[in-house]
């Protein structure tokens, strides 16, 4: 077993959420080649972007933002990546987040445009949203949904990008895929907090494997 997963099981889960949720963290415990992202206690290869804030708490990223900050306040990463594994577990409290990836910093509220895996407590969970480009390109099955996840509850999710492939796992379960999809092939990884609500979001265990393209 990978050394530094701490699994915490939730106390809310229906049992068909619960079992994908032990399989798919049992998968990241079990797969090599895997590095944090995050390393448990700071913020170490990662910079913001103003509105909100983001701090380290019981060993996750907490962001919060109140709902007069019209910016999305945005923690992105140091690093540019291009094709990868990308692995994270969340919960969202209040507001709607989202988790980006081959992303660019830009001028303006947005803070950033390209994918970003939506996060929140919705059906549209796990669906993949484009900043700055066409809006939602894909959203998961409700029903689907509804079965793996329970709202306010940790969860994870797993973003495969591969040339112009990307697939986005929800506690095991795919909820969204693309295939020769055009657009952007690399770029940051950013979490976010959506500008114009009350926003409350945690982020653990994030890890990325960095694949050949």
Same mark, same amino acid.
């Given at each position: 077993? %990978?050394?530094?997963?701490?699994?915490?099981?939730?106390?809310?889960?229906?049992?068909?959420?619960?079992? /994908?949720?032990?399989? /798919?963290?049992?998968?990241? /415990?079990?797969?090599?080649?895997?590095?944090?992202?995050?390393?448990?206690?700071?913020?170490?290869?990662?910079?913001?972007?103003?509105?909100?804030?983001?701090?380290?708490?019981?060993?996750?990223?907490?962001?919060?933002s $109140?709902q007069?900050? $019209?910016?999305?306040?945005?923690?992105?990463?140091?690093?540019p990546?291009?094709?990868?594994?990308?692995?994270?577990?969340?919960?969202?409290?209040?507001?709607?987040?989202?988790?980006?990836?081959?992303?660019?910093?830009?001028?303006?509220?947005?803070?950033?445009?390209?994918?970003? /895996?939506?996060?929140?407590?919705?059906?549209?969970?796990?669906?993949?949203?484009?900043?700055?480009?066409?809006?939602?390109?894909?959203?998961?099955?409700?029903?689907?949904?509804?079965?793996?996840?329970?709202?306010?509850?940790?969860a994870?999710?797993?973003?495969?990008?591969?040339?112009?492939?990307?697939?986005?796992?929800?506690?095991?379960?795919?909820?969204?895929r693309?295939?020769?999809d055009?657009?952007? %092939?690399s770029?940051?990884?950013?979490?976010?907090?959506?500008?114009?609500?009350?926003?409350?979001?945690?982020?653990?265990?994030?890890?990325? %494997?960095?694949?050949? $393209?």
């Amino acid at each position: 077993m %990978r050394r530094g997963i701490r699994c915490r099981l939730p106390s809310r889960l229906p049992a068909l959420a619960l079992s /994908a949720w032990l399989a /798919a963290t049992a998968a990241v /415990a079990e797969q090599p080649g895997f590095v944090p992202l995050f390393n448990g206690r700071d913020l170490t290869g990662w910079h913001t972007l103003p509105g909100g804030t983001w701090e380290v708490q019981d060993g996750a990223i907490v962001g919060r933002s $109140p709902q007069a900050e $019209p910016r999305h306040g945005l923690l992105v990463s140091d690093v540019p990546y291009g094709d990868f594994t990308l692995r994270a577990t969340f919960k969202v409290t209040r507001g709607n987040s989202g988790l980006y990836f081959r992303a660019e910093e830009v001028p303006g509220d947005v803070g950033v445009h390209g994918f970003q /895996a939506e996060v929140d407590n919705s059906k549209s969970v796990g669906g993949l949203y484009e900043t700055g480009g066409r809006g939602w390109v894909t959203r998961p099955d409700a029903a689907l949904v509804e079965r793996i996840h329970e709202p306010g509850a940790w969860a994870t999710l797993e973003i495969r990008a591969a040339g112009p492939d990307v697939t986005v796992l929800l506690n095991g379960s795919e909820t969204a895929r693309l295939r020769n999809d055009p657009g952007r %092939r690399s770029g940051v990884i950013a979490l976010q907090l959506h500008g114009g609500m009350e926003m409350e979001v945690a982020f653990k265990d994030i890890e990325i %494997r960095v694949d050949a $393209p």
